[in-house]
T-cell receptor
Framework: DTEVTQTPKHLVMGMTNKKSLKCEQHMGHRAMYWYKQKAKKPPELMFVYSYEKLSINESVPSRFSPECPNSSLLNLHLHALQPEDSALYLC????????????FGSGTRLTVV | DAKTTQPPSMDCAEGRAANLPCNHSTISGNEYVYWYRQIHSQGPQYIIHGLKNNETNEMASLIITEDRKSSTLILPHATLRDTAVYYCIVRVAKTSYDKVIFGPGTSLSVIP
């Protein structure tokens, strides 16, 4: 299995809702990442997990809450989002410290109404 | 990580070689050059990476100048499916984690 699977592919949520994005990989990668991408912009790094521990938080607002329950799974919990949080949310994984590329999922298209 | 500069857009005729340049004049000795591409509405895809030698794989070739201040990604026979945004990234791999920071990239259009 050489894929990163993200669910759901599309999500519409209200500003008072709580929802979660899920990312799964079975490549044995021990580093996992969340990126946010607005239209016509490059992906922006949000969080990095290494060996299931949060290694980097790029000053992301607390309404985004990451979780890495095990080495294969990465979640992003969403609460009280704003319309400007609407974006494509991308998950990626890699071997930490090994000079291979990242494997990205195809993303979750989030719309906040 | 060193900063990179790429042209915002390029066109290439189908079947011809696409040569995508990248400047990274502040690159340090232990930084690698990576290339990714992102086809519309998909996640980025790793293409190739290198340190100082030229590299080739089934997707592309990477040519790095001797002073390492610039590089060129070559798609030898571009097809319409190669239309995408191409990102050149320079980074050092850490021992436990590393992070990829994307610049604006080059939007390549392959023309029939």
């Amino acid at each position: 299995d050489t894929e990163v699977t993200q669910t759901p592919k599309h999500l519409v949520m209200g500003m008072t809702n709580k929802k979660s994005l899920k990312c799964e990989q079975h490549m044995g990668h021990r580093a996992m990442y969340w990126y946010k991408q607005k239209a016509k912009k490059p992906p922006e790094l949000m969080f990095v997990y290494s060996y299931e521990k949060l290694s980097i938080n790029e000053s992301v607002p607390s309404r985004f809450s990451p979780e890495c329950p095990n080495s294969s799974l990465l979640n992003l919990h969403l609460h009280a989002l704003q319309p400007e949080d609407s974006a494509l949310y991308l998950c990626a994984s890699s071997h930490p410290g090994v000079l291979y590329g990242y494997t990205f999922g195809s993303g979750t298209r989030l719309t906040v109404v | 990580d060193a900063k990179t500069t790429q042209p915002p857009s390029m066109d290439c005729a189908e079947g011809r070689a696409a040569n995508l340049p990248c400047n990274h004049s502040t690159i340090s000795g232990n930084e690698y050059v990576y290339w990714y591409r992102q086809i519309h509405s998909q996640g980025p895809q790793y293409i190739i990476h290198g340190l100082k030698n030229n590299e080739t794989n089934e997707m592309a070739s990477l040519i790095i100048t001797e002073d390492r201040k610039s590089s060129t990604l070559i798609l030898p026979h571009a097809t319409l499916r190669d239309t995408a945004v191409y990102y050149c990234i320079v980074r050092v791999a850490k021992t436990s984690y590393d992070k990829v920071i994307f610049g604006p990239g080059t939007s390549l259009s392959v023309i029939p």
